[in-house]
């Protein structure tokens, strides 16, 4: 195919950020034709190219056809997301599924439930402070590895890998865990830690800098497991199923697009969402998540996905109990749409 964290901050005011209008067919056009729009607010984990087939939907004019005037916002980390969506600052947030089982365990009534899977592997990069023709993982025994936060996919998924490998996370390497998300980047090109695990652009722009070199992918390495995924509180999905099932179908038509055309085309569509990055860059990166197959050709969050979810957790020492997939998934709207 081609193509704990509970939200122990809820009293953190979201502040918003990386606004997004709705592309070719925007709220404009369809109010002057006398279409009712709705207005949802989408809070993203972070704004990369690795969520490409989102991008299209919205420049593309996707949400707009179906009668969505989207605002979207960056959150910059899960925990962010998830509170803005608990306290209404959001209507849908679009992040790690784990977020919403710790929220779930939490007790929260109002929990969130996942109704789209987007991306099907890791989006991150092992990079290396020197080049490495033969990379293999028993090479970060006795390293500093500049890692994520903990409870997060992209440590969990990293840590899923060591142990593929027979590499324990805890005694045969160090894994910094204490720089902010985002910021681990700078933090290798201003000489901390021999290896980093990076998301696009930044993997790429450490290569082009030349402070970094790509050995290893995370979603090859890991193989296919549920990485991100949308979701609203159950009340939201309950009082606005039509809001929802919309919202799908023009995420549905952005997978679509996704499966067929290419990473240069794929590129030319989102480059507007990446302003600051030029347009041979990013058909790089596309194409690098292209390759590795990062993107479902539907959105069904499949029960087998969700239980391979809670055995990273579990491994990784972050689930106390297991959730029920029917409590937390809802699969209607992407088979309606596909």
Known sequence: MKKKFIASA?????LAASFTGCGKKD???QEESGETMTEVTLNEVAHSIFYAPMYVAIEEGYFAEEGIDLTLVTGFGADKTMTAVLTGEADIGFMGSEASIYT????????????AQLTQRAGNFLVSREPIDSFSWDMLK???VLGGRAGGMPEMVFEYILKKNGIDP???LSIDQSIEFGSTAAAF??????????????????EQKGDGYVVASLGEDSGYVPYTAFS???????ANPDVIRAFTAALQKGMDYVQNHTPEEIAAVIQPQFEETDAETITAIVTRYYDQDSWKDNLIFEEDAFTLLQNILEEAGELEKRV???????TSFAEEVK
């Open 189 to 206: 090109s201003g000489g901390q830690g021999d290896f980093t695990v990076e998301f696009e652009p930044h993997a790429t722009l450490l």
């Open 232 to 238: 609203a509180r159950k009340s939201y999905i309950d």
């Open 104 to 115: 779930y365990l939490g007790g929260t009534d109002d929990f969130v439930v996942n109704f």
């Open 10 to 14: 809820l009293a953190f005011i979201l």
């Open 170 to 172: 805890k005694t045969d």
């Open 324 to 330: 029920p997939y029917e409590d937390l998934v809802n």
């Open 142 to 144: 006795g390293t500093d």
């Open 27 to 29: 709220a404009a056009t």
